[in-house]
């Protein structure tokens, strides 16, 4: 039985290294056979907007696009909190691959419920 795991990340910029390790996480999960999402929110949002440079390094020296680049080719899911997407000017069309923008907080909260792990960063 596949394992549903939300990767819970309220951070980009602002804290590199819990963005960078909440998307390797996810996908390493994801390769091992787990299907994964990562709920995007508050600042974290803003690693599906194309509009933001990922070209940041992590402390392990990779940026963090190779690391959103390698969760996506795995089959990693990304969706966002339409409130957090709204707040900052994010529209669909503006998304990196493998990102959505949530319909709704029902959508969210089915998410939630749907999953037996949940892991924050």
Known sequence: MT???????THAADD???????????ATLQSKGAQVTMLLDLEGARIADRRQPLDLLSRRGKPL????????QVGG?????????GAIGLTSDMLRPGAT????DDELAQLLLDADKILDY
């Open 77 to 85: 899911r990304l969706l966002i909190c339409p409130h957090c997407a």
């Open 3 to 9: 394992q549903h795991i939300v990767v819970h990340l």
């Open 16 to 26: 590199l290294t819990a963005a960078a390790m909440a998307i390797r996480l996810a």
């Open 101 to 104: 923008i949530a319909a709704n």
């Open 65 to 72: 696009i190779e690391l959103y680049d390698a969760l996506v």
